[in-house]
């Protein structure tokens, strides 16, 4: 009788080295909780929500709307200028009355903003040392920021106006015969843009200034340097990105502006502004969509001078200064 003969049996799965494979991940023991922090979401990103929801409010949902409103256009405007949903945009480009407006706003904003960043630069270049009546003059050089676009307006129409202090004073010394005309025109809304927006730029460039260490000036002066080595080879290339940073910002509040193109301006010709503009197509001809592309339009036009400027900004030294900013 022969016995009968098993066979081991064999294994349930094999590897490399007879080891068992495992069947499904393993599940983790830590909690949702703990799961949620590595990857960074935790209770402190609740802190988050209401500002995401006022961003979401105040613009993404009114900027969506007012997208929108641009290819919603009027039966007239299709019928006068075509092109479908994009009407309003053909009007815009088509129009040289509404499309001259982009070249009037940015021949008021760009000199401001330059004449406001360039002026700056000496004057915080004096106010870094200390000198007797540091404060007043700082303080005078601030004081504009407490007035208002209006109230900058009104003063100019009273100093500067056809029958305003400065022409009576010039006529009555005997510079001039007859009044200089200051205000009204272009000169008026390029000084207001530059009274009300000469106070952001000096205090950025000053804040700018405080950030890059005056022992790199010591240094290099200790070196032979000049004055003029010094700021072009050391205080302008690391001032430069506060410079763009400050232009961009100066630029941004000028090319939106609206009361000085009003009050001291000539609306309908020379400061004939995108924001005077929307506002016709909006308050005066209840062309909702029209005023929607203007304002859409104003803000590419902004863009696209921000990029240039950050653009420019890139090949400018990017590293510590040392200071204290």
């Known amino acids: 009788m022969s016995a009968a003969t098993t066979t081991p049996s064999a294994p349930a799965s094999s590897g490399a080295e007879g080891a068992p494979r495992p069947v499904g991940r393993p599940r983790s023991s830590a909690s949702l909780r703990h799961r949620l922090a590595d990857r960074g979401i935790d209770g402190q990103m609740l802190l ?4 995401l929801v006022f961003i979401l409010v105040l613009f993404v949902y009114p900027f969506a709307y007012g997208l929108g409103l641009t290819l919603q256009p009027t039966q007239e405007t299709v019928e006068t200028w075509g092109g479908g949903v994009l009407a309003n945009y053909v009007r815009f480009f088509g129009d040289s009355f509404t499309f001259a407006s982009v070249w009037l706003t940015a021949r008021l904003a760009i000199p401001a903003a330059l004449f406001n960043v360039l002026f700056s630069i000496p004057l915080a270049i004096k106010l870094r040392h200390r000198f007797r009546g540091k404060r007043l003059i700082s303080t005078l050089l601030v ?4 007035l208002g676009t209006v109230l900058t307006a009104q003063g100019l129409l009273i100093f500067a106006g056809r029958q305003g202090w ?5 006529m009555g010394i005997g510079l001039v015969d007859q009044p200089l005309d200051l205000v009204h025109n272009y000169i008026g809304v390029l000084l207001s843009l530059i009274i009300s927006g000469f106070p952001f730029a000096f205090l950025l460039i000053s804040s700018y200034f405080s950030g890059i260490d005056p022992s790199l000036e010591r240094a290099a002066r200790s070196l032979g340097a000049g004055w003029a080595q010094r700021f072009f080879r050391i205080t302008l290339p690391l001032l430069a990105p506060g410079l ?4 961009i910002l100066t630029f941004v509040l000028a090319f939106s502006v609206f009361p000085s193109a009003t009050l001291v301006g000539n609306p309908s010709g020379s400061t004939r502004v995108l924001a005077v503009v929307a506002y016709r197509f909006f308050g005066e001809q209840f062309d909702y969509p029209m005023a929607s592309t203007v304002a859409i339009m104003m803000g590419l036009a902004e863009l696209i001078v921000v990029a240039i ?13 040392g200071g204290k900013g």
């Open 166 to 170: 400065l022409n009576q004073a010039l």
């Open 143 to 146: 004081l504009p920021i407490t």
């Open 48 to 51: 988050l929500l209401p500002a």
């Open 309 to 321: 400027v950050l653009f420019a900004r890139s090949f400018f030294y990017k590293g510590t200064t």
């Open 244 to 247: 763009a940073t400050t232009f």
